[in-house]
């Protein structure tokens, strides 16, 4: 048994915050003008007791669930902690999914209380309650009827109760994985779990304070954000404002002008990517300085890591920053000093790029299932390509048994207060994870510097074998593509085949004026039947990989897509992970063809 440092869990939590932090802010909620309105931690305070009433006098008491299908709002976390003081599990859903998925989670999980945040989609599950027998309520966040969140809250306001405090064993939420090669299950995360991981993760960054400013980028239905975000920052005592829609996050981001980032590698990449087209576009005496900007950064950076000073080198890069990096700085809000990433692992030259201009970046590692942190890069501790040291209270062993003779990795083997309860109604699926000594198998392979950082060399499940008997990592692979102006997207196959191919979506804005340059038709379908524009794209990548990858893992043919991996087609998870199951679907019998010599 844990011994969980205090608050053990999320009432008091909450109860800690909202004394300490009345007046200040904790969300910042867009006008509808262009600006911003605040929510103080007392106003948000009061409206949670309101809902935790309502919620009782509905019935909803210790271990019932509680559901939302709505992305980050202050009503998420209001409902959250309503839930939480009635010692209820919260069961979060995403706004982007099926209709048959809300119904088996609600189903699963045997959802009690529901709310959805729009008219729109009560209209998709007001039937549920007639095929799902614990589903007693459904209200809506955007509506004014009886069986609206305001109506829900004035029932609480007029009968109050006072908080049940759960026990660090009591489950806070069930969290359903996407699923990247199986079926969703649903994650039992306690109190403990969430509180511990929370803490040990702020223990690592001193310096975030009550005067910080963050913006909700990623969804809190996963443990990641929840975690890293939304409980940490109320802890802290910080404010958050929200991204709107991804289309949006470059005005967002200037209009909340955040201090600190929680994110994932693909928001950064695609930043990045920007600021280079940008560049190039621009040419002339503006990409002269922004490239020896760059290069003055790096060497400046190999010196410090070198334990070597120049103060020449220090002054031209003082001045360039000026002239260059801070107008980049600015684009991001002005004010950001760093961000956190996870999901994925952090390209190592877009990773040096962003310590450059002074947006360091820290990769930390973990699952849904651990709550989901296990290691951490951050100001005291930071070593780029790896995912960081283990949180304090953790312990992590690499077990070699399962993986070739010759690996000098294993699989990573987690233990700790952040380990899961299990697979809600899943008690096969968990036994295959949960160790008899507590253990958790992640499935991820890894290894250890000789410093005690974490570097992750695989997926145990999305490895394969190819013909020959060589392992093969995709994720490295695609990672590398992605560098690449001309490629939006890349997926590798070529499990117990003889070759790899790879399924590639162009960046059609890049590629199209590559094609005006050459007199080509820049129409993304012209360009995918244009062989003078797919050889050229293949000779790009084969050449770009052979710099580091082996000749095995290099891919022998090509098939061109039209549309992106994305959420709403299904290909994605929420967390921005290739669901390769849902990839193959689409496209085997095109896949087939090209192991057939045949482009179907």
Known sequence: MWTYEKPDNLVQWWAESEKKFSDQVLFWVHDGGGGLSPLTYGAIGRRI???RGGLAQLGVGPGDAVGIISANRPEWAILAYGAYGRNARYVPMYEKELVNTWKYIIK????????????AIYEKVKDFPAEIDTLKHIYIIESTGENSLTALEKMG???????????????????????TTADPKGVLLSHGNLTYNSQAGMKLFPDVNDKFVGISMLPWAHSYALSAELNAYIRWG?????MRDVSTLGDDIRLVKPNFLISVPRVFNKIYDGINMKMNDAGGAKKKLFDAACATARKKRELVGSGQKNPLIDLKFKVLDKLVFSKIR????????????????????????????????????????????????????WRIGSVGKVLEGQKVVIDRSVVEDSADDGEIVVYGPNVMKGYHNKPQETAKVIMADGGFRTGDRGRFDKDGFLW????????????????????AIEEEIKLLPKVANAMIYGDGRPYNICLILPDFEVAARWAAAKGLSTLPGDL?????????????IVAHLKKTFGGYEVPNRFLFLREDFTVDNGMLTQTLKLKRRAVLDKYQKDIDSLYAGQLG
């Open 49 to 51: 007791k309101q809902v």
């Open 108 to 119: 699963d999980s045997a959802v009690q209380f529901l709310l959805v945040s729009t008219p």
């Open 157 to 179: 306001q007029e009968n109050p109760v006072d908080p049940l405090i759960p026990g660090p064993d009591d489950i806070a939420v069930l969290i359903y994985t996407s699923g």
């Open 238 to 242: 910080a404010s958050l404002g929200f």
């Open 330 to 381: 600015e684009a991001m809000g002005g004010r950001v000093t760093g961000a956190l990433t996870a999901s994925a692992a952090m390209n190592k030259e877009i990773a040096e790029f962003f310590c450059d201009i002074g947006v360091p970046i820290f990769d930390c590692y973990g699952l849904t299932e651990t709550a989901p942190a296990v290691t951490m890069n951050s100001p005291g501790g």
């Open 456 to 475: 992750i060399t695989g997926r145990i499940k999305e490895q394969f074998k190819l013909q020959n008997g060589k392992y093969v990592f995709p994720a």
């Open 528 to 540: 995918l039947v244009n062989e003078q524009f797919t050889q050229m794209m293949e000779q790009e």
